[in-house]
């Protein structure tokens, strides 16, 4: 169960996401079903992909796919997370992962 205060967090934004319509949502559906304007593989950012196994948003095998197609892409896939709860369980964690990955990024590892 969500906390209350997450909850009501949760209910804000999404009613503040929608106040001037729905075009954001709406693309974000497009993009299931169009070709996103670019390939997986030529991604080089760092990328961490985060994905429950409980959601019922989206499906488990959803981001196992999409962490195998982008290169070095790190798969955090948690059976017992869902949609929800895996932000409010797991935000320390993704927060520590993004840090690190930042660092990473800006200081790369150099061949001796």
């Not at 962490?67 to 520590?96: F, M, Q, R």
């Amino acid at each position: 169960m969500l906390s209350g205060g997450y909850a009501e967090y949760m209910a804000t934004s999404l009613s503040r996401a929608v106040s001037t319509g729905i075009a954001g949502w709406r693309d974000d559906d497009i993009a299931f079903v169009t070709p996103w304007g670019f390939d997986l593989p030529s991604i080089q950012t760092p990328v961490a992909v985060w994905q429950g196994g409980e959601d019922r948003m989206v499906p488990l095998a959803h981001g196992a796919w999409l962490a195998g197609h982008i290169p070095g892409a790190e798969a955090h896939l948690l059976p017992d997370e869902g949609h929800l709860s895996l932000a409010l369980n797991k935000i320390g964690d993704v927060l520590d992962g993004l840090l690190a990955m930042g660092e990473a990024a800006a200081h790369p590892a150099r061949a001796s």
